[in-house]
């Protein structure tokens, strides 16, 4: 239990559900009465019949609804065509060279402008190949000519996660197997610890990361936070943080050379981009202090509350990528049962970096 809400974990769909105590003690009596009699005669004398049949009808919709098997792509059928390698880019990483094809400048667009800053000339010589192709609609994700994952193009974002977990692998010497997963969201780092922020498109959570990396903070991981089995660490994404047009104007005063940033235009829905590299933090992982559920709101005044953790998940999980392991499952609900859960609504800079300056301070007190 997370504050007031339960947190459930369904093995046969990987799938998380938040509910209330009432919900959660209505769905116990259910799951451990043999027969609609045995449920009935359990409920409140004062409900109707017609009430709690619809009671129990509500929780059998809701158990058969969480417990659809996730079925992935018939993925034995995709077979890598090397032919279909159009673009092909080679990128040097400290001591790693990773090569990455792509099979058109659509799909370069969902990784390369991320990781533009670390492009080098072609040679023969590299650590790991991976390729990144379309096929009949199915964004497809292969490393060293092995199929990782394909997933209807719609869901690049999954696409954009699992590469980055298998990046980290190269580069941390990480087996896929110890991570938890990779979260929907930017993580800042203050040099000690870090602070995750969660957030619906558009409401500021690149554009505080950006304005935080300009202010003597450092980002440990842009839209995409791995968080590893072992220490419950996020771990450093080197990708550049995404930023959208609306952004630019505030950032440009601030960024040295922000006009030479290239525009990319990806698609119609995010409109033109610009991706921001920042200077690597000095550790590769810190431990996460808070989840921060950012909401620009203009001309409102800068405030930082207690969120329940139905608001956080809804926010988190929909984009998120999280082992399928009972083990990382239990991991997870803990993990975020030992972090504030905190919402930020803000307009102004000045007090924004203020807010979060006394936050980290705060959790570095404790320590």
Known sequence: MIGDYWVLWFAISNSYSVVSLEFEGLLDIFLSSNNYNTFSSALPIELSAA?????????????ESCNQPYVLPDQDTIALDTASRQISK?????DKTIQIHYSSESVLKTIHPAIANYCKAL?????????????????????????????????YHLVQGKFIMHLLCELHDI???DWIGTLHGSTITDGESSILFIGKSGKGKS??????????????????????????HLYYNPSS??????????????????????????????????????????????????IVLVNYTPDSETILEDISV??????????????????HAEQFINWLHTLPLLQLTYSTTPDVLREISTLFKQFNCRQ
Do not use: M, R
């Open 207 to 232: 554009t505080l990361c950006a304005l935080l990396a300009a202010h003597g903070f450092h980002l440990l991981a842009d839209d995409v936070s791995p968080l590893h089995s072992k220490n419950q």
């Open 51 to 63: 009430e709690k049949k619809d009671i129990s009808e509500s929780l059998l919709n809701y158990l």
């Open 310 to 327: 139905q608001f956080i998940l809804e926010t988190l999980i929909e984009d998120s990528w999280l082992s399928p392991n009972p083990k």
């Open 175 to 177: 087996e896929e197997q």
């Open 241 to 290: 943080i995404s930023l959208k047009e609306g952004a630019f104007n505030l950032l440009k005063p601030l960024v040295p050379n922000f006009d030479e940033l290239p525009i990319v235009e990806f698609n119609k829905i995010k409109g033109q981009l610009k991706y921001l590299p920042t200077t690597k933090p000095e550790k590769d992982h810190y431990p996460c202090q808070a």
């Open 90 to 94: 080679l990128y040097a990483f400290e």
């Open 123 to 155: 040679s023969d010589i590299n650590d790991v190949t991976f390729d990144i192709h379309l096929y009949n609609d199915q964004l497809c994700l292969f490393k060293n000519e092995t199929l990782i994952t394909a997933v209807p193009k719609g869901d």
